[in-house]
């Protein structure tokens, strides 16, 4: 589990085929600042840009660990098949504070940005979601973009999705890969859990465990 509460940006260093299929995924090299590693094994889970991986190596001056991303997680996800800046959160401990919301590190679907514009001292961004992702996006919900915890500040449905919009704050924008978006980009998107279960409930009619009396 995570809280979209980035703590660091890595370089996607290397992309290596791992098969020579479109069947086969891809292992990644992620270089990160020093220190991040220290507390990190082989097994553990970090998400990149909010998709939740395990690490499989680590390099021997502890500045860079690897992955190995399936062809699935590929199809569902943006951006973890080229070099570049990611954002880096490394799963919660208990103790830890939730300073975002609860993350699974399972992308649910990726968006579009319409528009990334400075307001004032923030940015509004805007982000055009697939259809299917409409019942779990609310005014002043959470949802994660590329990882980042955020919260929705308008929804419009559309027939071609549901737009949504966030105030970016300056801090958000210095402290993750935010910064880089631009009109087209495509983003990774994780909707609310209890938006999810909710909207399950609705779905089935049933807002009770099975055999408790109603
Ligand atoms: C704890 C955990 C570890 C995961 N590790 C990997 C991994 O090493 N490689 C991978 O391709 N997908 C992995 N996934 C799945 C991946 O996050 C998922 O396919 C994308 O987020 C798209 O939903 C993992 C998911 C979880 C929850
Ligand atoms: N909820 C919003 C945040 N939250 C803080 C970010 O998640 C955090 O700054 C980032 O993960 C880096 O650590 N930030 C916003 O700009 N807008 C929000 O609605």
């Known amino acids: ?3 979209g509460i980035i703590t660091a940006i890595g370089q996607i260093q290397h992309v290596e085929d791992l098969g020579s299929s479109q069947a086969h995924g891809k292992r990644l090299s992620i270089a990160c600042p020093p220190g991040y590693l220290d507390d990190v094994v082989l097994g553990d889970s970090i998400a990149l840009n909010g998709a939740c991986m395990t690490v499989t190596a680590l390099a021997l001056d502890a500045q860079a660990f690897v992955v190995e991303v399936s062809a699935e997680s590929l199809r569902l996800t943006a951006g973890l098949d080229q070099v570049g800046e990611v954002n880096l959160e490394k799963a919660l401990r208990a103790a830890d504070r939730l300073g975002g919301h ?3 590190g399972h992308v ?3 968006g579009t940005v319409s ?7 923030s940015h509004e961004l805007r982000i055009l979601a697939p259809r299917q992702l409409m019942p779990y996006l609310a005014v002043k919900g959470s949802v994660t973009v590329q990882g980042v915890s955020l919260t929705l500040n308008s929804v419009r ?8 919009s966030i105030n970016l704050i300056a801090h958000t924008m210095a402290h993750t890969t935010l910064k880089h978006l631009r ?5 990774n998107l994780e909707v609310d859990l209890i938006a999810r279960y909710v909207a399950r409930m609705l779905q ?4 009770l465990p099975t055999g408790q009396p109603r």
Do not use: K, W, Y
């Open 157 to 164: 449905d559309l027939q071609e999705g549901c737009e949504f």
């Open 108 to 110: 649910d679907g990726i």
């Open 204 to 207: 089935t009619g049933s807002a």
């Open 102 to 104: 609860i993350v699974s």
């Open 183 to 187: 009109p087209g980009s495509a983003v």
């Open 1 to 3: 589990m995570f809280t």
């Open 115 to 121: 528009a990334l514009n400075p307001v004032g001292e």
